[in-house]
């Protein structure tokens, strides 16, 4: 089943005197492989149609039949920035643990490289529309083009954070220094 792109939401108000409810199905892509012997790790390249790297994920290496989902979030920008200043911001989001972003893939042409044991396989897939959304390809794209930008300043806007930080740290160092100094 080809991964769909929707708004997960929950809506038992309409579903009588009794509420039944059961699991769906992972959100994103679902990519199922097989490995003839243990691989250790497995690095799995998402690219985008023009080739541009959209995410990069682990999955499992044991040997068989092996799953892992690709929730659709894109790599983040500032994944280098949080790694250098993780824990040691003014606070904020992103938690400094990298990796995606809010900033989710739109419909369109995929293709998934698994790497393991040193060798490299290629496949294809598709990201469709939720069958519900009106909204026209033209007008996902120029969303995701405007959305990239948000992102792109929330990634100058940790870094500016992680600055000020290291600022604040270094003046409270230096006013300790100062206060044990005999006055002149």
């Given at each position: 089943m080809p991964p769909v792109r929707y708004t997960p939401a929950s809506d038992t108000s309409v579903l009588g005197n009794r509420v039944w409810v059961a699991r769906n199905q992972p959100y994103g892509a679902i990519i199922n492989y097989y490995l003839p012997a243990d691989a250790g790790s497995v690095r799995l390249s998402i690219r985008d149609r023009a080739g541009r790297l959209v995410q990069t994920i682990s999955g499992p290496g044991k040997a068989g039949v092996n799953r892992t989902v690709w929730n659709l979030a894109e790599r983040s920008p500032c994944?280098?920035?949080?790694?250098?200043?993780?824990?040691?911001?003014r606070g904020g989001r992103g938690g400094g643990r990298g990796g995606g972003t809010w900033l989710r893939a739109i419909p369109g042409e995929y293709t998934v490289t698994l790497a393991a044991a040193?060798?490299?396989?290629?496949?294809?897939?598709?990201?469709?529309?939720?069958?519900?959304?009106?909204?026209?390809?033209?007008?996902?794209?120029?969303?995701?083009?405007?959305?990239?930008?948000?992102?792109?300043?929330?990634?100058?806007?940790?870094?500016?954070?992680?600055?000020?930080?290291?600022?604040?740290?270094?003046?409270?160092?230096?006013?300790?220094?100062?206060?044990?100094?005999?006055?002149?």
């Open positions: 994944a280098d920035a949080r790694t250098r200043a993780a824990g040691r911001g040193g060798t490299e396989t290629r496949q294809t897939f598709t990201v469709r529309k939720a069958p519900r959304l009106t909204v026209s390809d033209a007008d996902l794209a120029a969303w995701h083009q405007e959305a990239t930008v948000i992102v792109q300043t929330q990634c100058a806007l940790q870094r500016a954070s992680a600055d000020l930080g290291k600022l604040e740290r270094h003046a409270t160092r230096v006013i300790r220094a100062m206060s044990t100094c005999p006055d002149a």
